[in-house]
């Protein structure tokens, strides 16, 4: 095509027919620039295209990741929910005087209170990947940007008062056990013998742990800790719901 081009110009050029070898001249050069144009046309088109895949690989992949955290907040809910409640059952009997209750009553309501920590654990490895390493701009959709990029913010509130807050409230009240009744007999209590270990010699009657103020205010920290957890869980829970709903309208079905 080169050489025919050149031919071209050599034989206007032979003919003395300079008016016609520039016009033709200007003619070549906006073929070349179209052509130019064209192909990065075509390039811009490939590239979008792929970026358009690449986007909805990780859309994919976070709708995924959000639907099991979903599954997780759930999770935590209910197991929050379940703690709390037995708190409030144990804290019925808190006061001045021995409730009508026995020890072994006692003993299931403190360890159903205290039986579990509290910690969403979500997975996060997509999500880390976008915001590690740039990929959030490959998104179209701002409001899905937006929500990416703010939802750490909530996940660190709620890791604080899981791990700062009301952890520290749970062992505050089973130091105050083992410090001032028999553990070991409220184990032997609420789970009979385990691991081969009974009830053991002190065998005094533990409901004097219910007339304990300093008892009774770790507990009733513990028990608002839990409600304003799980107020957050719930939170978390609609945030989360909202990510999944961008996610759905962006994936191409």
Known sequence: MIKFFRHIRLALINQNQMGKYFKYAIGEILLVVIGILIALQINNWNEERKQNNLEQEYLKALKTEFENNLNEVDRVIKLNAGLLKSAQKLAQYMGPEIPDISDK??????????????????????????????????????????????????LLRIRFQESQELSRLRYKLIDFVEDNV?????????????????????????????????????LAGFMYTSGFLEDRYRELKKQIQRIIKIIDSQIKK
């Open 182 to 218: 028999s553990s070991r007999r409220m184990a032997f209590d609420a789970f009979g013998e385990l691991f081969g270990v009974d009830k053991g010699k002190f065998l005094d009657s533990n409901l004097h742990l219910l007339t304990s103020k300093k008892f009774d205010n770790q």
């Open 105 to 154: 009553e006692l003993s299931i309501l403190f360890f159903e209170t205290v039986s579990a920590e509290v910690q969403y654990r979500p997975g996060s490895g997509v999500t880390n990947e976008i915001l590690n390493s740039g990929k959030l701009t490959i998104f179209k959709n701002g409001e899905l940007k937006n929500a990416l990029a703010s939802h750490d913010g909530l």
